[in-house]
């Protein structure tokens, strides 16, 4: 299995509502290591939301500004990150995900994904249609390329202290 060191930062991967934010967020407490939340940081970059920086500039702005932010946060010091659900789609950013930290897949089913971002405006990609048949083909495109992450952990309805437990597990 993959080791947590003190030098590599930790990057949660995986779809929108696979729980990136939440499980980092308490995982970092466990550590006592920082969260930082991708997105968060792109917004203060910015000065922009989510939803205007993909429409006023398009999404492949939106993963020029993402590759730039997490190149930064990587070079940080240690702490868990929790990565937009795209960045490790990008060939560029996966690879700086790749040499600088040890990635974990908080891999969902569609269900549970569906039933976490229902009614979020803040997600561009899922407004532009049905967001279960979004979130399906976001699944058939992602997961193969997802599944390079260095471990996967498999997330349900459990609580989030559940899934730091079992991402905890795989890294120690
Ligand atoms: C995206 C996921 C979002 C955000 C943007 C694009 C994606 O992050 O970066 O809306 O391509 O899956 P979360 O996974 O944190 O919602």
């Known amino acids: 299995?993959?080791?947590?060191?003190?030098?590599?930062?930790?990057v949660l991967v995986g779809l929108m509502g696979a729980g990136k934010s939440c499980v980092g967020r308490r995982l970092a407490a466990v550590l006592?290591?920082?969260?930082?939340?991708?997105d968060d940081e792109i917004v203060k970059a910015?000065?922009?939301s989510i939803a205007d920086i993909f429409e006023l500039y398009g999404e492949a702005a939106f993963r020029d500004c993402e590759r730039k932010v997490m190149a930064r946060l990587l070079e940080g010091p240690p702490c868990v990150?929790?990565?937009g659900g795209g960045a490790f789609m990008d060939p560029g950013?996966?690879?700086l995900i790749r040499e600088h930290a040890v990635s974990v897949w908080l891999r969902a089913d569609?269900?549970?994904l569906v039933s976490r971002t229902v009614g979020r405006p803040h997600r561009p990609l899922l407004n532009t249609g049905d967001p279960r048949a979004i979130l399906k083909k976001l699944m058939d495109e992602r997961y193969p390329i997802y599944a390079e992450a260095d471990v996967t952990v498999q997330t349900g309805a459990e609580s989030a202290?559940?899934?730091v437990r079992r991402v905890l597990d795989a890294l120690t």
């Open 161 to 163: 202290d559940h899934t």
């Open 46 to 48: 910015a000065g922009l």
């Open 93 to 95: 950013t996966r690879a």
């Open 32 to 38: 006592e290591w920082p969260f930082v939340d991708a």
């Open 81 to 83: 990150l929790a990565a």
């Open 1 to 10: 299995t993959q080791r947590i060191d003190d030098a590599s930062p930790v």
């Open 110 to 112: 569609l269900e549970i």
